[in-house]
Each structure stands twice: as C-alpha cells, then as structure tokens.
C-alpha cells in the first residue's frame, strides 16, 4: 500500500499563495492517478485537483484558475500550487490515489492527517 504524507499548509492572507506537498512511498507511485482533495468542519471532504500518470489534469470550478497540480515522478510527490486564496479555500488538505480517471473516489479508505490551509485577513 502506498502510504502518502502531505504538508506544506499554514495561516495566509486572502489574496496569497501557498504549495502544499503530498510525498508517498512505493516505487510504483508514477502509474497512480493522484488527486487532492479538502475538508472544512462540517462539510464533505471534494476533490479539488487530479493529475493522471500522463499528466493530464482535472480542477473542481472553484478552484480552476487559481491551482495547478503537478507532480514529480523522481520525487514519488504530488503538488497543489494555490494562488489568490479565498477565505472558503479553508480547510484540510488531503491526497488519495484516484480509482480511476475522470472520478472523484479515492482509492484508499484511510487518509493521512492531511494539512490545514487557513486563508484569513
């Protein structure tokens, strides 16, 4: 099982930017379609980015424009480049494997401790 850790979130001003960063183990990491995914406390957990084994990418309306997904096959990691953040941008951040491309279900069950995106003035 691919275990992934993400990191990289923090307390920034609307307006700012950040890059999370989602490393997982495994030397198959590059055949997986990866998504990240947010939660805000009260809400479901939605697919905000997905990037395919070829690179391909997919963006949530709410997020298009503004994040990039990318990865890096070398570095077994994914990212997540959020530019002019916005106060409903709060929330945890998590990444999944994605069952299959052009779907939002994760592969795994169980998730990381995610990281906390806070986008306040």
């Known amino acids: 099982q691919v275990q992934l850790v993400e990191s990289g979130g923090g307390l920034v001003q609307p307006g700012g930017s950040l890059r999370l960063s989602c490393a997982a183990s495994g030397s198959i990491f590059s055949i997986y379609a990866m998504g990240w995914y947010r939660q805000d406390a009260g809400k479901q957990r939605e697919l905000v980015a997905a990037?395919?084994?070829?690179?391909?990418?997919n963006y949530a309306e709410s997020v298009k424009g503004r994040f990039t997904i990318s990865r890096d096959n070398a570095k077994n990691t994914v990212y997540l480049q959020m530019n002019s953040l916005k106060p409903e941008d709060t929330a945890v951040y998590y990444c999944?494997?994605?069952?299959?491309?052009?779907?939002?279900?994760?592969?795994?069950?169980?998730w990381g401790q995610g990281t906390q995106v806070t986008v306040s003035s």
């Open positions: 990037i395919s084994s070829g690179f391909r990418t």
């Open positions: 999944n494997v994605l069952r299959s491309w052009g779907g939002a279900e994760p592969f795994f069950s169980s």
